[in-house]
């Protein structure tokens, strides 16, 4: 579709149709075995709930995953959020994402029943419903999305979202340049992998400051609530929310589940 060449270059590198899941899993997770993606994404989930501990996931509530990949995290989001909910399990946990090639993946492997259904869509408008959703997460995924996009998506999840729902958002920050440079994967390379739109991992990084002024002006959520570290983490809400004592955390060393 034109006007969307950088997104679909971004997104290339996750949409490879002749890969097996068990290949794609070691290509996009730097071999971690299947034993440590099952760990990881049990601590991405816990994170969620444990640095915003004012987000509780009802009975029979809709979820959604945005960027959902090969189901990690969706696996571990009804396995922990059952918990969370009094043993009450979420109706629906919805995966979104752009590359079509890893929704079939994703559904394969966990074997595409209830509570797990995936839907695709064009990077731009998903086609849900308005005020359906009782909770919207993202993990690890939006980060290598192009940033007009992202903050288009966030216009996106306030439409989605439930008057009283939530969405928690897992992002890169610009505190990671420095030790990326150390790594070798260097600011001048990642720029260059942009421009020439090279079927690579792009990154975008992002601030708390930014993201405050984008969340609470730009897109009018009236709860808007950033937490930076060595990553960002912002949870928003459509309803303004009033925090009581001992609800505000920070993040600590537990909070990144690539540490």
Known sequence: MAGRSELLAAASTWNKADEDIELTNKRIHGGV???KLTERADRFILTIFNTFPYVHVGPSATIMEIGSGTGYLMEAMNRLSTRLAEK???RKIIGLDIAE?????AKKRLGGVPPYEFVHYDGLRPPIEDNSIDLIYSCAALQHVPKLYVYNLFFEIRRMLKPNGFSVIHLSSFRQIPKREILGKTWRLEISNQIKKRSVHWMHYYN????DIVLSSGTGFGHVDVREDHAVWLCVSKTPLSLGEG???SLGDGANPFS
């Not at 090639?101 to 993946?105: G, T, V």
């Not at 708390?208 to 993201?211: P, R, T, V």
């Open 88 to 90: 009450a399990p979420p």
């Open 208 to 211: 708390k400051e930014e993201l």
């Open 33 to 35: 075995s299947e034993e």
């Open 247 to 249: 609800t505000s955390l």
């Open 101 to 105: 090639h890893m929704l079939a993946k």
